[in-house]
């Protein structure tokens, strides 16, 4: 059968409007009563007095990031290396909503990727052709379904979706397209451009800043086999009651952990825990996911403990609300220190397994330099299993952003791009 292109399919009709959040989620019914409630006047008086003066405080952080970053983020390089430590602590503190795509492509290393590579993303998507194009298809429909900006059925957001995850499976054959990939670039969507999130999406998984982390997604996922391994080990050590408790109902990182690594928390955690742990981890690297995953046990750890299997698996997929409030788990994950052991456990399980990760973990990356060539990519493309399989979390929809819209499909912006030479 003719496989058909996405610009083949028609958009489906657009779903009647619902509430949504502030960050573009559709609010529950049960949610949306109870806040039409009436409250008596004492109530709404303290709430409002409280809304006011969290604006107030919002908008101080606002400029104070403003005066940081400097126009179009030219200040930014100069200010990290004047005053590294405040940067650390106002990026943990989390980065104002309104201001967040454009520091994340700064700390990213993401925007001069996009300044050297004019016109290559209008190239992948336009002019190029990949064998996961059905794939992505099928899956862009499973990626925040509760959000407005992806509903529509091969609407806007699912269009822009499958241009990105379409561009990128093209520029990395080695490793194609795997379901997981569509949160990420979904998330970067709900911040940015098209072409913008695409190459965020290089510099992670190529490492344009950190360790490149696509062995996330290559065959048989070498990444994530590591990250269990350190985990496993974390846990042990610091957590040593409850990982005697796991090892005795025989429970390990892979039936619960592997969604936290392959999308960075971003399948079904609250949305405003999702995106603070995204501050951190695009300006510290992957370091975070392990604080976190290990801050969480560690919230939960008297209750864990009691718990026999079947219970503990359900406990493990389904942390409790107080557990996701950010101010409470971040400031407990980054009391956490592990990245010199993280370093060790790293080497002993390379020495452990004996072949390396394909070039997976170097400190640097020869990415910023690559400049795309039509037809230099290599033939392979893997398919890895899908997230469901790798984890039977709960469909829970996180939350999500306001620049979400007003979005362009496709760059205007990029230089009108080169012609493929067949």
Request: some cysteine; overall charge positive; charged content about 25%.
């Amino acid at each position: 059968m003719e496989r058909k292109k996405v610009e083949e399919f028609e958009p489906g009709p657009v779903p009647p409007a619902r509430p949504v959040d502030r960050f573009g989620f559709f609010v529950p019914e049960e949610n949306n009563s109870s806040q039409g409630s009436i409250k008596n006047n004492s109530s709404q008086g303290s709430i409002t007095k409280k809304v006011i003066n969290e604006q107030e405080r919002e908008e101080r952080r606002i400029r104070k990031w403003r005066k940081m970053i400097g126009v179009g983020g030219s200040d930014w390089k100069h200010y990290v290396r004047r005053k590294p430590q405040v940067v650390l602590r106002r990026i943990r503190k989390g980065i104002p909503d309104c201001l967040r795509g454009l520091v994340w492509q700064l700390i990213s290393g993401s925007r001069d990727l996009l300044l050297m590579n004019p016109g290559v993303y209008e190239q992948l998507v336009l002019y190029e052709t990949s064998t996961s194009e059905l794939d992505i298809i099928r899956d862009i429909s499973r990626t925040f379904p509760s959000h407005v900006f992806f509903q529509q059925r091969h609407g806007p957001g699912q269009r822009s979706l499958y241009n990105v995850l379409k561009a990128y499976s093209v520029y990395d054959r080695d490793v194609g397209y795997v379901q997981g990939m569509g949160f990420l670039a979904g998330l970067l969507l709900l911040y940015m451009s098209e072409e913008d999130a695409f190459w965020l999406l290089v510099a992670l998984l190529k490492g344009a800043v950190h360790a490149p982390m696509e062995g996330l997604y290559l065959v048989g996922l070498p990444l994530v086999q590591q990250y269990l391994f350190q985990f496993e080990q974390l846990v042990r050590e610091h957590l040593p009651k409850l990982g005697e408790h796991f090892i005795e109902e025989m429970i390990n990182p892979s039936m619960y952990a592997s969604q936290w690594f392959i999308t960075v928390f971003s399948y079904s955690f609250p949305f405003n825990l999702a995106l603070r742990i995204w501050d951190v981890f695009l300006y510290e690297g992957v370091m975070i996911v392990f604080q976190v995953g290990l801050a969480l046990l560690k919230f939960c750890h008297d209750d864990l403990v009691k718990l026999p299997f079947e219970k503990l698996i359900h406990a493990l997929r389904n942390f409790p609300e107080d557990a996701m409030d950010p101010d409470t788990i971040l400031p407990m994950a980054h009391a956490i220190k592990v990245s010199k052991r993280l370093e060790e456990l790293k080497h002993e399980y390379r020495k452990k397994n004996e072949k390396p990760i394909l070039r997976a973990e170097s400190s640097s990356s020869p990415v910023a330099q690559k400049q795309f060539s039509g037809k230099c990519f290599s033939n392979s493309m893997i398919r890895s299993p899908s997230l469901e399989e790798l984890s039977a979390q709960g469909t829970q929809p996180p939350a999500t952003p306001r620049s979400w819209r007003g979005r362009r499909l496709l760059s205007r912006n990029s230089t009108k791009s080169r012609s493929v030479k067949e």
